[in-house]
């Protein structure tokens, strides 16, 4: 690691303010994937602007909709006893995520920008289009388990590597953003971005743009929700495939759905079409193996993560059953 | 149950409050800090190497490589690198044999402008075509004429052709790493011409040989420390290069120099447990008598050293079997060399042997244990030696009833426990119990203390409880009033820490030299005015106090005879050795690992409902530290059977999940039950304790255990490790 200069801002306005145009001044809050990879030369900013002292840790209930500051801790947010009753997924998607040392370190914000966790992305000696433009992508004929199997480019093969965030996709989260021409919305499915020929750019938050909360409108998803994930152990691995799913269900007939997935693809994965067939519907087995089904429709293995394209079928499905028996 | 059968973990309050010294948290006055840069290459040479800007960045002291290291005279006499024993000359010439290779040492003031330092060092290769990927690699294979790599053939050649049933199968297991707690570290200082190492080592005086051939200087010379170790599982069985280049370092600067290998060079520097495919042909009558078993293995070994271990021995004596034929070869590869990893050989070998037992028990439509039961072995074959001991039937009751075997069914997928499939799987381990001829000196302090000494290492199985509990058994102490000093050279010559042969070579010798001891005692209290007259069959000897057996107004405590005469009348400096006797026995530890799992098939999700672990390891010297260590070994073949596996790049030669956020091992809730067994009988051949080995057996058999129970709940084989869920799911295409 280099020597850098760490820096404590006061206010967002001064925090956007003493970021430059390059990478090479960065905001840190957490720190719990940042410092990472300083540690591994796969970033090596020489100031850190620390954004910890910043008045957004508060989770508010306001009309109509949930604010959560982008400095509340992942653990804050899981163990919040309103949250865990008011939006349930939120709460189970957290706490399935890292561990919970790493959870009372996270912030919300930092959740949402962690790097994903390809391994050619790590290691500085392999070629990676995220890491080090047009060097090539690794995992592309490589190891490649974890990988995409939607929305993958010949550029990259990375997904995003947050739980958190799938559970935030399928709840049609906003996030508010503050910059050097103001402050703006970002709708929480838009936030992320799809590699394209473009894999260095995780999402379309601009240079100087700070996370300052995500708002999570008012819904009825209370009872039957599930976070599914599947990864290689019970703890402390990240989702080879997960699946969030909120379903409003009135006499067992499904009247609103919601899908996401995690692990297959470079942003959280929502299933509109999936959760437009289930609408109307009444909850059966049946159904639920359709939707799975449904739900992986053009997807697509490189080698190694070939099974991800059944376990994400019967994730889906899993997943569904759980919820609707909740 | 003698009191000193559970004793408390003397050097627990030492680890857990920290005060436990690891060898890089010496206080070192002047140390400097020193890493090591790798080849980004997997083979070739180095054609240029840039060290400017590293010997130009703040506070580096030092930058060393193949182009200006004061070589080590040993590297001249050692000639031929090809012999085991003779490790990778670090920085000897510009040739790369591995990924990662140390190809420059950074010495920095600390440890910050070090790490920085050695991240500017830049090199350009001639690169060479390499070879990591055994499968692809056959041609390369080689036999080696040893005890370990000769053909072994008992009865007719591949008899199990000729068998009423057939069973040809194939196994793979991956590369897995140790990857202890404690990272490989040294602290390395010269004083004059004699080097002292404070290193992560698992055997002192083994250290202090490879040393010594490479600097040249005498054995005696080279001081070792090694006395508390967070971990090895065998990597510390080895010399590596980084320990070389600490020394070469410290010798350039003449200050003391401390090297911390960082966690991914854990993955590709100081060995791991070989890649293997392994072919199993076995063969038996209708109703499930063994007439044939042939146990071949190709493993891979590095291009610098053949490095093998006994991955097909077990088969050789573990099963009632009249033609047997085991074949092992290996393949140089362009990789670190491997090193016994706990249960080395065994652990592989069981695998296969296990497995196969399993499935040709299914064509054979029989229980798999009484399968077994059916070809128990009750001498051994392959020595025609008997047993000293053999407890394997105990074992086997006891972990059936302790994990409900009788809900077992034979037909695959046919329990279920709501929408989870049931299995019931087992897998037998076994290992050979060694003892090394090992020195010990006992002394009884005037303060009422009683000192053992020895050098062997404790890295973590609690070989300083067993000394104190046996120590305190013989002489009456109380387990607080023994002291042990041990790890470090100058101390009384113990044997390397490995092969479950500590207590069995350590804790004789302590028995030994305790007893001899006593007795020098209690001759020259014999001799003391107060017991005229009483002959010394008539004293006796407890709680520091001798007095006659008759007449117990007679006595002379310990301390006051100290006090009159010369402190070396009370110390017994004694090298133990097994008996001749011994010779004629075959001597084992056995165990069975039993496991239940539950499967989600469409997940892949495989939960370990109950996991019993069960050995005959003759004599439980300690209760907590045997089953603390059955415990840890048991979760050691989980990690093997489940998740572990070094996943290679083979286009680049290089590890991708070096790290312990993708290399998985078994956390807690991994393993929802957990239970161990020990028959605790004395073995009447091993040693005077009558203790048999553990650390291995802990682990060897744990892996084949969860194989079988997956296929006994899913009816899915699988035979290459890690038992991965993608090898459960179905992968058809949506």
Redesign the interface.
């Known amino acids: 690691?280099?020597?850098f200069q760490i820096i404590k801002a006061l206010s967002s306005s001064s925090a956007v303010a003493s970021i430059t145009k390059d990478t090479s001044v960065m905001f840190i809050a957490g720190g719990t994937n940042l410092v990472d990879l300083m540690k591994k030369?796969v970033v090596a900013p020489d100031k850190l602007i620390d954004i910890n002292a910043l008045d957004l840790k508060k989770i508010e209930f306001l009309n109509g909709k949930v604010s959560i500051g982008a400095l509340a801790k992942n653990s804050q947010v899981a163990e919040d006893q309103s949250i865990k009753e008011k939006l349930p997924l939120l709460a189970l998607a957290l706490a399935a995520g890292a561990s919970q040392q790493i959870r009372h370190m996270a912030t919300v914000g930092g959740n949402m920008l962690q790097r994903t966790?390809c391994?050619?992305f790590?290691?500085t000696?392999?070629p990676c289009n995220k890491r080090v433009p047009k060097s090539g992508c690794?995992a592309i004929?490589?190891?490649n388990?974890m990988a995409a199997v939607f929305g993958t480019s010949d550029s990259c093969i990375a997904v995003h590597p947050s739980d958190m965030c799938v559970a935030l996709a399928a709840l049609d989260a906003t996030v508010l953003v503050e910059g050097p021409k103001g402050k703006r919305q970002i709708n929480f499915t838009d936030f992320h971005r799809l590699p394209g020929n473009t894999p260095e750019k995780d999402n379309t938050l601009e240079i100087r743009e700070l996370i300052t909360s995500i708002e999570i409108p008012d819904n009825n998803f209370t009872k039957n929700v599930h976070y599914l994930k599947?990864r290689?152990?019970?703890?402390?691995?990240?989702a080879?495939v997960s699946v969030a799913v909120a379903l409003e269900l009135k006499n067992n007939v499904i009247s609103n759905a919601k899908l996401a997935m995690g692990g297959v693809a470079h942003k959280p994965w929502r299933l509109t079409e999936t959760e437009d067939f289930l609408k109307g519907k009444t909850a059966s087995e049946d159904i639920f193996k359709q939707a799975g089904?449904l739900g992986?429709?053009g997807?697509r293995g490189y080698g190694d993560n070939?099974?991800k394209?059944?376990?994400?079928?019967?994730?889906i499905?899993?997943a569904l059953t759980i919820a609707a028996s909740k | 149950m003698s009191k000193t059968s559970n004793i408390n973990r003397v050097d627990g309050f030492a680890k857990v409050t920290g005060s436990a010294t690891y060898s890089a948290e010496y206080k070192t006055p002047g140390v400097v800090y020193a890493c090591l840069v790798g080849s980004t290459i997997a083979k070739g040479r180095i054609k240029t190497i840039d060290t400017k800007k590293a010997e130009w960045a703040p506070g580096v002291l030092a930058v060393i490589t193949h182009l200006n290291v004061d070589k080590p005279s040993g590297y001249e006499k050692a000639k031929d690198k090809h012999n085991f024993g003779q490790p990778l000359q670090i920085f000897k010439d510009d040739s790369v044999l591995y990924y990662d290779q140390p190809i420059a040492l950074v010495i920095a003031d600390t440890f910050e402008r070090m790490r920085y330092a050695a991240s500017l060092i830049k090199a350009d290769y001639l690169k060479e075509e390499h070879a990591t990927e055994l499968k692809k690699a056959a041609d390369k294979e080689k036999k080696v004429e040893t005890d370990k790599g000769n053909d072994y053939h008992r009865g007719e050649h591949d008899g199990y052709k000729n068998a009423e049933v057939i069973l040809e199968t194939e196994y793979t297991i991956p590369t897995e790493v140790h990857n202890p707690m404690e990272l490989a570290n040294i602290i390395a200082k010269w004083e004059g011409n004699k080097p002292v190492l404070y290193t992560k080592s698992q055997g002192v005086e083994g250290t202090r040989r490879s040393i010594a051939g490479v600097f040249g200087v005498p054995v005696e010379d080279v001081e070792v420390h090694s006395e508390y170790i967070g971990g090895a599982f065998g990597m510390g069985l080895h010399t590596w290069p980084y320990e070389i280049a600490a020394l070469i370092g410290s010798k350039k600067l003449n200050r003391p120099v401390k090297l911390v290998l960082h966690r991914e060079q854990m993955f590709t520097n100081v060995g791991f447990r070989p890649y293997t495919i392994q072919k199993m042909g076995l063969g038996a009558t209708k109703d499930g008598k063994l007439t044939g078993l042939t146990h071949e293995a190709v493993a891979m070994t590095s291009s610098y050293e053949d490095f093998m271990e006994g991955t097909v021995n077990m088969s050789r004596f573990i099963y009632d079997c009249a033609n047997v034929s085991t074949r092992y070869r290996i393949v140089p590869l362009d990789t670190c060399t491997p090193i016994w990893m706990r249960g080395p050989g065994e652990a592989t070998g069981s695998f296969a042997l296990e497995s196969a037992m399993d499935e040709l028990a299914y064509k054979l439509n029989l229980d798999p244990i009484e399968f077994r039961k059916r070809n128990y072995a009750e001498k051994d074959l392959e020595q025609n030696k008997p047993w000293s001991s053999k407890f394997l039937l105990e074992c086997y009751e006891a972990g059936m009833e302790k994990i409900g075997w009788k809900n077992r069914k034979n037909e695959p997928g046919s329990v279920k426990e709501g929408n989870w499939l049931v299995g019931y799987g087992m897998g037998t381990g076994t290992f050979g119990c060694y003892r090394s001829p090992t020195s010990v000196k006992a002394k009884f302090l005037a303060d009422g203390n009683l000192v053992l000494q020895c050098s062997v290492n404790d890295m973590g199985p609690g070989t300083a409880t067993m000394m104190t509990a046996i120590g305190a058994e013989i002489t009456g102490f109380a387990p607080e009033n023994v002291i042990i000093e041990m790890g470090k050279s100058g101390l009384p010559k113990g044997p390397t820490q490995g092969g479950s042969a500590t207590t069995s070579s350590v804790g004789s010798a302590v028995h030994d030299a305790c007893n001899l001891l006593v007795s020098k005692v209690m001759t020259l209290a014999s001799q003391n005015a107060a017991f005229k007259g009483i002959p010394i069959t008539d004293l006796t000897f407890e709680n520091g106090l001798i007095s006659s057996k008759k007449d117990n107004s007679k006595s002379i405590s310990l301390a006051s005879l100290i006090n009159s005469n010369k402190p070396e009348d009370f110390e017994v400096e004694n090298l133990s050795k097994a008996a001749e006797e011994a010779k004629k026995y075959s001597i084992y530890s056995f165990s069975v690992h039993f496991v239940k799992v539950l499967v989600n098939p469409n997940l892949g999700k495989i939960r370990l409902a109950h996991v019993v672990s069960c050995a005959d390891i003759g004599t439980v010297i300690n209760q907590k530290t045997s089953a603390g260590q059955m415990f840890g070994g048991a979760v050691g073949g989980i990690g093997m059977g489940l998740m572990e596996a070094l996943e290679i790049d083979h286009r680049f030669g290089r590890p991708i999940n070096n790290n312990f956020a993708d290399y998985h091992v078994p956390v807690n809730a991994d393993i929802e039950k957990q239970e161990v067994f020990f028959v605790n009988k004395k073995d009447p051949i091993s040693n005077p304790m009558g203790t048999k080995g553990l650390g291995e057996t802990a682990l060897v058999g744990m892996a084949p255990a969860i194989a079988n129970a997956v296929f006994n709940a899913t009816g899915k084989r699988v035979r290459d490790l890690p038992i991965t869920l993608d090898k459960i799911i179905e992968t058809v295409k949506v």
Do not use: C, I, Q
Request: net charge positive; proline share 2%.
């Open positions: 690691m280099k020597n030369n966790r391994p050619y790590y290691n000696d392999m690794g004929g490589g190891t388990r599947v290689d152990r019970s703890s402390y691995a990240f080879l089904k992986m429709k997807a070939d099974f394209l059944t376990l994400g079928a019967n994730a499905t899993e």
